[in-house]
């Protein structure tokens, strides 16, 4: 699996954003995947989740409401759907795919990353 993310930017504060997660290896089918964010000198820490079959999703508590994670395993893409965006958003966001169904919230769980894409909420 090979992951791409992208859909980032500078946007203000109340809009609204999608991010993408592609991969070129036309593998994502097979993996749940999760995306992550990082804001300088902070940890990398847990945004969303989905299954393998977009079933089952799950949230930070600081995203629940706001953001919407899907998938399109036909195109091979994960979607984030960020809504109501604030500046405590700002960050760099990561897709990344997990082999199991442990519906891991660590980056640990996690074995293949993308590249990461800049969120940038101005307020």
């Known amino acids: 699996v090979q992951l791409q993310a992208s859909g980032g930017g500078l946007v203000q504060a109340g809009t609204a954003l999608r991010l993408s997660c592609a991969d070129s290896g036309q593998t994502l089918p097979s993996y749940a995947v999760g995306w992550f964010r990082q804001a300088p000198g902070w940890e990398r820490e847990f945004v969303a989740r989905i299954d393998r079959r977009g079933e089952i999703t799950s949230y930070a508590e600081s995203v629940k409401g706001r953001f919407i994670i899907s998938r399109d395993n036909a195109k091979n893409t994960v979607s984030l759907q960020m809504n109501i965006v604030k500046p405590e958003d700002t960050a760099v966001y990561y897709c990344?795919?997990?082999?199991?169904?442990?519906?891991?919230?660590?980056?640990?769980?996690?074995?293949?990353w993308g590249q990461g894409t800049q969120v940038t909420v101005s307020s």
């Open positions: 990344a795919a997990d082999s199991t169904s442990s519906g891991s919230r660590s980056p640990l769980g996690y074995a293949y």
